[in-house]
């Protein structure tokens, strides 16, 4: 009961929850986005090139900024599939003062290779930016969360159950800077730690092309400590894909 008390009161904020200022929405603007189309190579539970596609979108409203982020990622190879995650992802601030704010999100990603048919993750709490200029930003949040995972059939009968769930402690660390006049470094960590520790960790490098075209590498850690039997509990991405901001 306390678990179910606790998402719907999270999932409740989510309408009214984001933070001002960032440089992704430039000038008078109150939307903006970013596209991404690219080449993959991953190893771990899958080992194979394949093709990333992600869309992140903005909008601020004064105090308020939501973002929005779906990504895929798919490949098939002698009409087998043999790599699929797909992920939607929902966050709004809204801030306190010029660096604090409170954020809530609630993500949903597939990924069938990792023994699991979907799993879904809400949280909120507090964020603050230690650094907030024009050329470098480093950002943190944290709050409780809930954590449901549902076994795939084959591994629900393995396993003798059919799926996980977990009150979760949710932080993100954020890091940015500039890289001369045309180039963004950017290392982002994300963990969500309760019974078990899943992370992510993403680094990456853009370097602008012409206008709002950009080609950016980066290098994605996902991990988790307890994973399913047969399953690793690392996995990478290597992605270059090309990046166009509107």
Do not use: C
């Amino acid at each position: 009961m306390n678990k179910l008390l606790l998402t719907a009161a999270i999932t409740l904020t989510m309408p009214f929850a984001a933070h001002a200022g960032s440089d992704f929405v430039e000038g008078d603007a109150t939307f903006a986005g970013e596209a991404e189309l690219g080449a993959t190579l991953t190893t771990g539970n899958t080992d194979t090139s394949s093709l990333k596609a992600r869309l992140a979108l903005k909008q601020e409203l004064g105090n308020w900024e939501n973002q929005y982020v779906l990504e895929g990622l798919y490949k098939e190879d002698t009409e087998e599939v043999t790599a699929k995650r797909y992920f939607f992802g929902i966050q709004g601030d809204y801030q306190i003062n010029d660096v604090s704010y409170a954020f809530a999100n609630t993500n949903y990603e597939v990924d069938p290779f990792t023994g699991y048919d979907f799993t879904s993750t809400t949280s909120a709490g507090y964020g603050y930016r230690f650094i907030d200029t024009e050329r470098m930003s480093l950002k943190a949040e944290a709050g409780p969360g809930y954590i449901y995972q549902q076994l795939d059939d084959e591994t629900s009968l393995a396993e003798g159950y059919d799926s996980d769930d977990s009150i979760v402690l949710h932080a993100v660390v954020d890091f940015q800077t500039k890289v001369g006049e045309s180039s963004k470094f950017q290392q982002k960590f994300v963990a969500d730690w309760g019974e078990k520790l899943d992370g992510r960790s993403e680094t990456s490098l853009t370097a602008n092309i012409i206008g709002a075209l950009a080609m950016k590498f980066a290098v994605i850690v996902r991990y988790n400590s307890d994973p399913l039997d047969d399953k690793k509990s690392t996995d990478t991405e290597t992605n270059m894909t090309l990046l166009y901001s509107f």
